[in-house]
Every structure is written in structure tokens, then in C-alpha cells.
């Protein structure tokens, strides 16, 4: 009996951490849940949380555990890449809007109005803090996280433990979301991206009017003004445009077999 429960034990501690060597690696970049204003010791007992609850059901899924501490660093070693992509991809979804606000605050004439913004942890533009916590809020508001949480768990049918990453598609599938992710924040901006468009080119043609007049400097304001004008009248479309697209590329993802 004593080795049995050894035995016992000594299995469910391995597939408990080789989980939690994913999972806790996908959640400190997942976002809501991996951001900078969320406490570490939150994350990590959420991670040990939804790693035990998902053990039960992986564990005819994960490999017995190597004999030899090389092999064992390699396993883990893989698991925590794949989470780390996972993660990662996630992020990527998300900093499309940030994106996208900076290219409108290049439109409206706020690139050089920062503010600290607590979902990046750094200094951005007023559009882009601004998009980035809507963007968190409506994550959580549409219950879109439980896809995200999904995402984690289905990764297992997608990525088996024990097989080693094939680097050159892991990097191919990043960089195409990386490109669509640019596309589809300028899909975003467009409408301000036109009004600067337009803006700059009546700007020209009176300056070419009066070239006694510095028109740029006077029509700053009316810049901004026009700008933030816009984009309260079409913020809640930006917003629908990038949860429609948020959620088609995490059900894509989920629907890889």
C-alpha cells in the first residue's frame, strides 16, 4: 500500500506541474488576467486552480515521467512554450486596438498627449489607453475571457505534451496574426484616418490661399476637436469590429484539429 500511494502520489504531482507549466505560463500574458495591475498572487492561485481542475482529465493525454532530469527540463521546457505562445497570441489580439489608437491619435493631433496606461505598463497615447480598457472591460463584459480559458484547455488537442514544437510553424502562425493584426487595426482607425486625410488637404490648399498664415498652428484645435467628435460616434462600432474579429480568430484557433 505504501508504494502504491507513493506511486500515486509521485504521478499526480508530475501531471500536475507539467499543466501548471502551461497553464501558468499562458496566464501571465493572457489578458485581464496577466496584467500588470493584477496582483502575482492572484495569478498564481488561479493558475494552481485551473491547473489542478483540468489534471483529471488530461492525464490519459500526458506522457509518463522521463527517468532522466535532461528529458524532464526538455518536457517542461516545451510546455512552457506552448503556453508562452498561447498567451502570446492573446496579447496580440488585444493590442490590435492599441494599435489602432495610436493610429488615430497621429489623426487627431494627440500623439504626444501620454498617459500611463495600466493594461500595457507604460506610457501611450490618450486613444490608445482608451481603447486598451474598453477593450479589457468589454472582454470580461461579453464573457469573452471563457474563451480565452478555453483556448488553454483545447490547447492540449492541439499541442500534445510531450512532442516537441515545430518552431518554424509555431513562427509562421505568429507572424500571419502579427500582419492581420496591423490590417485589421487600420480597418479600425479609417474613419479617422480619412478625416486626417481630408483635414490636411483643405489645411494645404489655404495655406496655399494665405501662405501669410500659419494655418496648421490655428487649426490644431479644430483638429482635435473634429477628431474626438468622431470617434465618439463611431467608438461603439470600433469596439463591436474588434470583438466580432477577437472572437472569430479564438474560435479559429479552438476549432484546429
Known sequence: MPSELQTLLTTGLF???????????????????????????????????????????????????????FSLALLVGGEVFYGAFIGLLARLIVATVEVAGMIIAMQISLSNASVFNPAMAAQSSLTSALLGITALVLL??????????????????????????????????YAQLLSQSFVVATQLAAPLIILGLVFYL??????????????????????IYLGLLVLGLTLSTLMLLWLRYAQETLQGFLDIR
Open 15 to 69: 501531471a500536475w506541474i507539467l499543466v501548471f507549466a502551461r497553464v501558468g505560463t499562458a496566464f501571465m500574458s493572457l489578458p485581464g488576467i496577466g496584467e500588470a495591475f493584477v496582483a502575482a498572487r492572484v495569478r498564481l492561485l488561479l493558475a494552481l486552480l485551473v491547473s489542478a481542475l483540468l489534471v483529471p482529465g488530461l492525464l490519459p493525454q500526458l506522457p509518463a515521467m522521463p527517468t532522466q532530469p
Open 140 to 173: 470580461f463584459a461579453t464573457d469573452l475571457h471563457h474563451l480565452l480559458l478555453l483556448a488553454v484547455a483545447d490547447s492540449y488537442t492541439v499541442f500534445r505534451p510531450g512532442i516537441a514544437p515545430q518552431f518554424g510553424d509555431f513562427a509562421s502562425a
Open 202 to 223: 483643405g489645411l494645404g490648399l489655404m495655406s496655399r490661399l494665405m501662405p501669410q498664415l500659419q494655418i496648421f498652428f490655428i487649426a490644431i484645435p479644430a483638429q
